[in-house]
């Protein structure tokens, strides 16, 4: 559990591991491992993962970063700042923005979800495959590069939606 200052926690393998940040900006880090939960603090934190399989991520009230790396069955959640919520080589990968305006955004990987929260909030998703974007309540952008089997549908606000290259769009 990380405290009123700036924390720095790490877990590296295990399962069944809970990272919670405190009010400081804090960074918590996972490599490996399963069954993962990492919750940021009040204040601007850092989030990440490499490898591994059921992590889950919640931002906090901060302008939050949350990074996945090679990781399997991943959640992502953003917080009320305006977070970046960003997985590379994943599996089965879920985003959702939270309240402020976010970025999410998927590189590789396959089975992606990324679902647009209430601020004005970017989804991208670039080589990856069977891709779902939702946009939430704010002038989302939407876009995906070089994907395959992408659905995208814009939300209640205005929204822009974007593909180029791939296929089954």
């Given amino acids: 559990f990380g405290g009123s200052g700036n924390d720095s926690l790490s877990a590296s393998g295990g399962s069944s591991i809970?990272?919670?940040?405190?009010?400081?900006?804090?960074?918590?880090?996972?490599?490996?491992?399963?069954?993962?939960?990492?919750?940021?603090?009040?204040?601007?934190?850092t989030l990440s993962a490499s490898g591994g399989s059921s992590i889950t991520?919640?931002?906090?009230?901060?302008?939050?970063s949350l990074t996945a790396s090679g990781a399997s069955s991943i959640t992502m959640v953003g917080g009320t700042g305006s977070d970046?919520?960003?997985?590379?080589?994943?599996?089965?990968?879920?985003?959702?923005?939270?309240?402020?305006?976010?970025?999410?955004?998927?590189?590789?990987?396959?089975?992606?979800?990324?679902?647009?929260g209430t601020g004005n909030d970017s989804l991208?998703?670039?080589?990856?495959?069977?891709i779902t974007m939702l946009g939430g309540s704010g002038s989302d952008s939407l876009q995906s590069i070089n994907g395959s089997n992408v659905s995208m549908l814009g939300g209640t606000g205005n929204a822009t939606l974007t593909a180029s290259g791939g296929s089954s769009i």
């Fill in 18 to 45: 809970t990272m919670l940040g405190g009010s400081g900006s804090d960074s918590l880090l996972s490599t490996g491992g399963g069954d993962i939960l990492m919750q940021a603090g009040t204040n601007n934190s």
């Fill in 57 to 64: 991520m919640f931002g906090g009230t901060g302008n939050d």
């Fill in 84 to 116: 970046a919520l960003l997985s590379t080589g994943g599996s089965n990968v879920l985003m959702q923005a939270g309240t402020g305006n976010s970025t999410l955004t998927a590189s590789g990987g396959s089975s992606i979800t990324l679902f647009g």
């Fill in 124 to 130: 991208t998703a670039s080589g990856a495959s069977s």
